[in-house]
């Protein structure tokens, strides 16, 4: 990007920003974000209405755009745990304003289906720095 103009070239991002615009890359990154470290079907039960194959082509996506880490274990059955990298971390961090915005948007028209309210990846942690807001479950709501 030239420093002149507020032009953002994006065609070298081209791959990138396809990646994370996709129908569920941000719900997947805000979901391991959240875990810290998940399993594979730790991530199905968060997402609730996703098909093992569309989130296992996401996950290599992710993967390979250097987003999430997917560490394997030499073990009997094999186990599988993904977390974020730093920057995946960093645009976790960036997407919670816009997750914040959509949750006051949604709360002025309609409520949560109580089923969602359950699943923890419907829920995101406030960053360092800001308050903390505890629910009664003990959950840290937006």
Known sequence: MREDCEHVDYCPRRK???TITKK????IINAIGYSGT???NGLMDM??????KTLS?????LEDEDLVKRESFAEIPPRVEYSLTKDGAELREATLPLLKWIEAR????????PVCQRIPGHIYKYTVGE?????????IMP
Request: proline share 3%; charged share 25%.
């Open 131 to 139: 308050s903390n807001n505890t629910a009664s479950d003990g959950n």
């Open 16 to 18: 990138l920003i396809g």
């Open 24 to 27: 569920w890359a941000l719900l």
């Open 47 to 52: 997402l609730l209405d996703i098909s093992p």
């Open 106 to 113: 949604n709360d002025r028209n309609k409520e949560c289906n």
């Open 38 to 40: 998940i399993r594979f």
């Open 57 to 61: 082509d996401n996950l290599k996506e």
